[in-house]
């Protein structure tokens, strides 16, 4: 049982390119999301879908997009790269929404720098 | 707003010791609270989550306990060792906020041996 898996680990960006983020889970959940972790701050909720072809925007989407076209896998796109944008991502995934009694389950991340 | 802080930022013990990790919540309408580990360079591991009708839960050495009322939630952590050493988050799921969790910053926590 993998859990969640992210792709790749580690990234470097020019300003202005783009790229995708993955993120896989093979426990049939339901719920998946995307943090960002910035030094200094707690992790924030970028986007985050509750089954196959439903997603919905957390608190810092802007630049992001996502798709959830199986139940597996919830990709973030960067659309076109800024530095501010530098951080550690998160994929989470639960069997439901955070307000219930399922864990959260996360990757290991992937450290994305842009330059 | 909706916010979860932690104090300290990091705690230094030496093994052995018993330790209390705290947090605090602005909010007491909440659905649940939770306490993660995260090791360096690697994701977040859940350790316990806590409904909102309860008052603690226990795994091990770890117990964590709820106070709705006061907005706090602590994370006991019996006969440290070194391998407990990491960070240590805390994070709230809101009502009025259900597809997220509210994340402390952490306590870093280093267990000498």
């Known amino acids: 049982n993998a859990g969640v898996t992210q792709t790749p680990k580690f990234q470097v960006l020019k300003t202005g390119q783009s790229m995708t983020l993955q993120c896989a889970q093979d426990?049939?959940?339901?719920?998946m999301s995307w943090y960002r972790q910035d030094p200094g701050m707690g992790l924030r909720l970028i986007h985050y879908?509750?089954?196959?072809?439903?997603?919905d925007q957390g608190e810092v989407p802007n630049g992001y997009n996502v798709s959830r076209s199986t139940t597996e896998d919830f990709p973030l796109r960067l659309l076109s790269a800024a530095p501010s944008q530098t951080s550690v991502y998160f994929c989470?995934?639960?069997?439901?929404?955070?307000?219930?009694?399922?864990?959260?389950?996360f990757g290991d991340g992937t450290r994305l720098s842009i330059l | 707003k909706q916010e979860v802080t932690q104090i300290p930022a990091a705690l230094s013990v030496p093994e052995g010791e018993n330790l209390v990790l705290n947090c605090s919540f602005t909010?007491?309408?909440?659905?649940?609270l939770q306490w993660f580990r995260q090791d360096p360079g690697k994701g977040l591991t859940s350790l316990l989550l806590?409904?909102?009708?309860?008052r603690e839960q226990t795994s091990g050495r770890l117990n964590a306990s709820l106070d709705k009322s006061s907005g706090r939630s602590t994370l006991y952590i019996a006969a440290s060792q070194p391998g407990d050493s990491a960070t240590y988050l805390c994070?709230?799921?809101?009502?009025?906020?259900?597809?997220?969790?509210?994340f402390g910053k952490g306590t870093k926590l280093t267990v000498n041996p």
């Open positions: 989470a995934s639960s069997l439901t929404l955070p307000n219930s009694n399922q864990p959260q389950h």
């Open positions: 426990m049939n959940h339901e719920y």
């Open positions: 879908s509750v089954g196959a072809g439903i997603t």
């Open positions: 909010d007491s309408a909440i659905y649940n």
């Open positions: 806590i409904q909102s009708s309860q």
């Open positions: 994070a709230v799921a809101f009502q009025g906020g259900s597809e997220k969790l509210v």
